[in-house]
């Protein structure tokens, strides 16, 4: 079993950054990908960033040019850069990771996530 811990939300101005952060308990041999998922009130869960085994990266429309996801695969963790943060930016930020297994379904963890809050 995995624990991810997430860190670095908190509340910012608008045009503001922060950086998150998301550190498993164990090293993570076989990551198929890793995610930054967002929720905010009313809505539904909404996909923010990933990186998949090989490096690639993908974003959601609305981050584009202003979030950067990346990963340090010795500390076991994935961040999350966030410029230029606007109020629409404000959600639960949760992290996921998912390792492949040789037999078997693939391994889903979740975090608890971090809030992060953007004033106008």
């Known amino acids: 079993q995995v624990q991810l811990v997430e860190s670095g939300g908190g509340l910012v101005q608008a045009g503001g950054s922060l950086r998150l952060s998301c550190v498993a308990s164990r090293r993570l041999l076989r990551i198929r990908s890793m995610r930054w998922y967002r929720q905010a009130p009313g809505n539904q869960r909404e996909l923010v960033a990933g990186?998949?085994?090989?490096?690639?990266?993908n974003y959601a429309d609305s981050v584009k040019g202003r979030f950067t996801i990346s990963r340090d695969n010795a500390k076991n963790t994935v961040f999350l850069q966030m410029n230029s943060l606007k109020p629409e930016d404000t959600a639960v930020y949760v992290c996921n990771v998912v390792e492949w297994t040789p037999v078997g379904p693939d391994n889903d963890y979740w975090g608890q996530g971090t809030q992060v809050t953007v004033s106008s």
């Open positions: 990186v998949d085994s090989g490096g690639r990266t």
